[in-house]
């Protein structure tokens, strides 16, 4: 079973806020990863970390930054929210403690920006 | 690039059998994921898929042939909780950090 935290489950916040989604699995995965999903439709990767002080952008284009200072953290950071960034956002992490380096995922952030 | 076909939405009725596919198209691949995702929560994994054949696990199986770029997911006794969305997730030899790609997914209605 996964054990992979995201918090907050809900925000609810008006434009030009600064806003941190956080992350933390407890599997001593090296790899992270943050998705974006908009109700109904597919999942996007916004940001991905092989591993302590290595973030890279995703295959899609945003907004936010992330950092990896540690194995089990990966925050993700809006400066300044606008309504556009309002969807679902999803953590996952994998490693390769098993063969098939699955990638399992936290809860979720539902962020909605006013 | 990688491109992933399913049928955006299928209808089944409880206690029947149904079958999801998905073909690929990848430059190297090197697996097949199938997660079960719920409207509003998260993907949960279900299967994974390397090497040709069929994998069995309690009412669920995945079926891979590598050759035709295709996989199914066989979901058997329906039960009105399987009422969700499906997604087929292919992993790239060549991609970095283990990124997988995701379907569309297919969104799977359950009738009594």
């Known amino acids: 079973e996964a054990d992979i935290y995201q918090t907050p489950r809900y925000l609810v916040i008006g434009t030009g806020k600064k806003i941190t989604l956080e992350c933390s699995q407890t599997?001593?995965?090296?790899?992270m990863y943050w998705y974006q999903q908009d109700p109904g439709m597919e999942l996007h990767l916004i940001h991905y970390s092989y591993g302590v002080n290595s973030t890279e952008k995703g295959d899609l284009s945003s907004e936010s930054t992330v950092s990896r200072i540690r194995t089990e953290h990966f925050p993700l950071t809006l400066e300044s929210a606008r309504p556009s960034h309002t969807s679902q956002y999803l953590c996952?992490?994998?490693?390769?403690?098993?063969?098939?380096?699955?990638?399992?995922f936290g809860p979720g952030t539902r962020l909605t920006v006013l | 690039g990688q491109n992933i076909d399913q049928p955006t939405e299928m209808t089944a009725t409880e206690g029947a059998i149904v079958q999801i596919n998905c073909t690929y198209q990848?430059?190297?691949?090197?697996?097949l994921f199938w997660y079960q995702q719920h409207a509003g929560e998260a993907p949960t994994f279900l299967s994974y898929n390397v090497l040709d054949g069929l994998e069995e696990k309690g009412r669920f199986s995945s079926f891979l042939s590598r050759s035709k770029g295709y996989s199914y997911l066989l979901l058997k006794e329906l039960q009105m909780k399987d009422s969700a969305s499906y997604l087929c997730a292919v992993r790239d030899r060549y991609s970095s950090a283990s990124k997988i790609i995701f379907g569309s997914g297919t969104r799977l209605s359950i009738r009594p």
């Open positions: 599997m001593g995965h090296d790899k």
């Open positions: 990848t430059s190297g691949f090197n697996g």
């Open positions: 996952a992490s994998s490693g390769e403690t098993t063969s098939t380096d699955t990638q399992y």
